[in-house]
């Protein structure tokens, strides 16, 4: 198994075009269970944690934006602008899943236990899809929630990039910028 890191997300997404069996990696929490239980074995795993646009979150023009790469114990500290996504994330496992479990990782494998899904979906969020031929938007919606976000917006994309835009408040607006794989 060869791991590659890429330097960037453009970098990133070329690599998953040209090799479309990859899988990529930033918390590891699902994907690490996967390898452990034999249930997976990619020939090449994309390491995400190098990519800075990925980590954290900020503020612009009134917008909240979190990163794919944004743990649970982080997003444990937005409880004055998202306080369900804060409630929820603090019941995610232990700390040490909260420390490395990602939201855009939560997204991306559309888990039934997928902690992040109702408060993005209570929130409208947006998500942005992206691969090497383009992006689009996708409204978090009850209708796109889980898996047919999952098998209609995100296999085709492979990626969750950039926005999630809360719209139902607008004194909370916020955006997730993500790339995580729906493969992973």
């Known amino acids: 198994m060869d791991v590659l890191t890429p330097r960037s997300l453009d970098e990133a997404l070329a690599l998953k075009s040209e090799q479309p069996g990859t899988v990529p990696i930033q918390g590891g929490t699902d994907l690490m269970v996967a390898l452990n239980f034999d249930r997976i074995r990619p020939e090449v795993i994309l390491n995400l944690n190098e990519l800075a646009e990925l980590r954290g979150w900020s503020r612009e023009n009134g917008t909240l934006r979190l990163g794919a790469g944004l743990t649970y114990t982080e997003a444990m500290t937005l409880a004055e602008d998202l306080p369900a996504l804060a409630e929820a994330s603090r019941t995610v496992g232990s700390p040490q899943i909260r ?32 691969s090497v031929r383009g992006s689009r938007r996708v409204p978090m919606r009850r209708e796109t929630a889980v898996r047919r976000l999952l098998e209609n917006f995100l296999r085709p994309y492979w990626a969750l990039v950039h926005d999630v835009s809360h719209m139902s408040n607008p004194r909370r607006p916020f955006v997730l910028w993500s790339v995580e794989s729906a493969s992973s």
Request: glycine share 18%; proline share 9%.
């Open 99 to 130: 420390n490395r479990g990602t939201i855009g990782g939560n997204l991306g494998t559309a888990s039934p236990a997928g902690d992040a899904l109702p408060p993005l979906l209570i929130e409208g969020a947006e998500i942005d899809v992206a």
